[in-house]
């Protein structure tokens, strides 16, 4: 590879200087600053032309003109949609092929995440169908650097460790969690955000949907770019803080906060974060101290790398397991093309001959399903307790929109049935982490106008549940039924002087049709969630308008939940 990266500097025609970069990425830029992008030579162009001076193996050239034609083959391809594009790339390369005979432990994984990943380009393409490459790239670009990135697999539950972002975990709980990292100028960062003023790519302020909640520029002095500067920091460090509330509330019981002081590209070592120190002081209101403490390094210790050797083993052992394997595949593919007889013993094994008709017999069926018109679709890692419902309601449309999501339009009754659970929790003194916008299963239906928001806002005034201060509002839950995660939040939960709780999912609309599955699914949350007996735990639908209050009788068990995700899975 490197001999390759040599040859393309000689395509480039680039000379080896004497600057120094400080790292890769300067390095790179300033090899194609000035150029014409059409005429930088990659190694693409090294492939097609690896040259004929340099020291290459054998093999090396083999596989060199074997991955040029791979190339070439996709090139042809790139006007094709690109969920067929990605299906041919995946196909080619072999990916799926390499992954399915893995014998890694995290095999697994990477399957699922290979097909949430063509699930997300399917879903992109959904939106337009006349996207290109060039707008996937732009997308996964955009979702890298901006959004909180693609879905990834999700572990079962048991016995697993869950490796997540502190913006993946909002909403949800573990027993202990560990949050590493809380180091000086890490964890609150202390790299600002990209300003709208100094970079072309951000979007200004004003054209984005959440600008009520950022700075605004009030001139064009330099007094105003500055407060506008300051009021950008001070914005973030907002936002650091509330990304701490979420990370610091997720355990349960423990709860295990580490730093680092050194590493090996520092030359001097950090402290511990603000947040660090703050949870320390914390503890010592306790009477408690932390395992382990140290401040930060003074400006002469030296960096424990500073003399530290970096031993490699060589030759790397290849011999792997997975490796063995392939090479017996690849023996037998040459011995049968060179038409060496196999050796009779093998053929007399009767357990491979076994495992032959099994194969066959998995392809057959493979076949079949291929040409049959019915499409199976497999259910997403979580759902929501509103497409538990739907699930039982219409299976097909639900598989459906599974199959091929399509976007909603804006809707203002949805809008204005989010306004009124974000003044419920205004109401009650409860401010979410998330935006009204953001809270999933609270587009109700029914809201016409601010007229209708208002006459809403003063029938919960005179209803039995205006002076009724909740024990929790939009509590978050995750419910893991036979595997199959159930998300959601319910709307308020009320103490019982007994003791017990009552849930309560306030509705907006005018017909009084919510389904009672909902609430089975609630119920058993918060039950289980809290270690109380079901029958300690009420559910019920409060209609605002009518003021009526409705616990449907006989919700469904977890048993019954079980059956239902069970039914739709064989379905």
């Avoid at 390095?27 to 162009?45: R, Y």
């Avoid at 890490?186 to 949907?209: A, C, D, I, K, Y």
């Avoid at 950090?270 to 408690?288: D, I, K």
């Avoid at 918060?526 to 109380?532: I, Q, V, Y």
Wanted: with cysteine; aromatic share 6%.
């Amino acid at each position: 590879l490197a001999l390759l990266g040599r040859r393309a500097r000689d395509l480039a025609g680039s000379a080896t200087g004497s600057e120094t970069y400080a790292d890769l990425g300067d390095q790179l830029q300033a090899a194609v600053e000035g150029a014409d992008p059409t005429e930088i030579a990659s190694l693409c162009d090294a492939l097609d032309d690896p040259g004929d001076d340099l020291d290459y193996s054998p093999e090396a050239r083999e596989r060199f003109t074997l991955l040029a034609h791979e190339l070439r083959r996709l090139r042809t391809a790139i006007g094709e949609p690109i969920l067929d594009l990605v299906r041919r790339i995946v196909e080619m390369t072999g990916i799926d092929v390499e992954l399915a005979s893995s014998v890694s432990p995290a095999a697994s994984a990477r399957r699922d995440n290979l097909d949430l990943f063509v699930q997300a380009v399917a879903e992109f393409q959904a939106v337009d169908g006349q996207v290109g490459l060039a707008a996937l790239l732009a997308w996964l670009e955009a979702e890298d650097e901006a959004g909180q990135g693609l879905d990834v697999a999700v572990p079962s539950e048991a016995d697993s460790v869950k490796l997540l972002t502190v913006h993946r975990a909002k909403g949800l709980e573990w027993d202990v969690v560990f949050l590493p990292g809380v180091t000086q100028a890490q964890f609150p960062s202390n790299r600002s955000r990209s300003s709208w003023l100094t970079v072309p790519s951000v979007m200004p302020t004003e054209l984005r949907g959440d600008a009520r909640d950022l700075p605004v520029l009030a001139g064009h002095t330099p007094e105003d770019l500055a407060a506008f500067g300051a009021a950008g920091k001070a914005h973030d460090a907002l936002e650091e803080l509330r990304l701490a509330y979420v990370a610091w509330t997720r355990a349960r019981h423990r709860l295990v906060v580490s730093a680092w002081c050194w590493s090996p590209r520092l030359k001097r070592g950090l402290g511990p974060s603000a947040y660090l120190v703050a949870t320390r002081e914390a503890m010592a209101t306790w009477q408690a101290e932390p395992e382990s403490w140290r401040e930060a390094p003074g400006k002469d210790d030296p960096s424990p790398y500073a003399d530290a050797i970096v031993d490699l083993p060589w030759p790397i052992d290849h011999a792997t397991a997975e490796v063995e394997r392939r090479r017996d595949a690849a023996s037998r593919v040459r011995s049968a093309v060179i038409g060496e007889p196999d050796d009779l013993e093998d053929v007399l094994h009767l357990d491979r001959v076994g495992q032959w008709d099994a194969e066959i017999r998995r392809l057959l069926e493979e076949a079949r399903r291929d040409r049959s018109s019915q499409i199976e679709v497999p259910m997403p890692s979580s759902l929501s307790a509103t497409a538990v419902a739907r699930l039982r309601e219409d299976p097909n449309g639900f598989a459906r929109d599974l199959a091929r999501p399509m976007p909603r339009p804006p809707s203002s009754a949805a809008r204005f049935g989010t306004r009124f659970h974000a003044w419920v929790e205004a109401r009650f003194g409860q401010q979410l982490l998330l935006d009204p916008d953001e809270l999933p299963g609270r587009a109700d239906a029914g809201i016409d106008d601010e007229a209708d928001l208002v006459e809403l806002v003063r029938l919960f005034e005179s209803g039995p549940f205006a002076d009724r201060v909740p024990h929790a509002v939009e509590a978050p839950f995750a419910l893991v039924l036979d595997g199959q995660v159930v998300r959601g939040r319910i709307d308020a939960v009320y103490r019982e002087p007994d003791g017990s709780y009552l849930l309560i999912d306030w509705k907006t609309s005018r017909a009084m049709t919510a389904d009672p599955l909902q609430l089975a699914v609630y119920r058993l949350a918060w039950a289980e969630l809290h270690g109380l007996e079901v029958d300690q735990v009420r559910a019920a639908f409060f209609y605002v308008r009518s003021g009526e209050l409705v616990e449907p009788a006989g919700l469904a068990t977890r048993d019954e939940l079980i059956a239902l995700l069970a039914a739709a899975s064989v379905d």
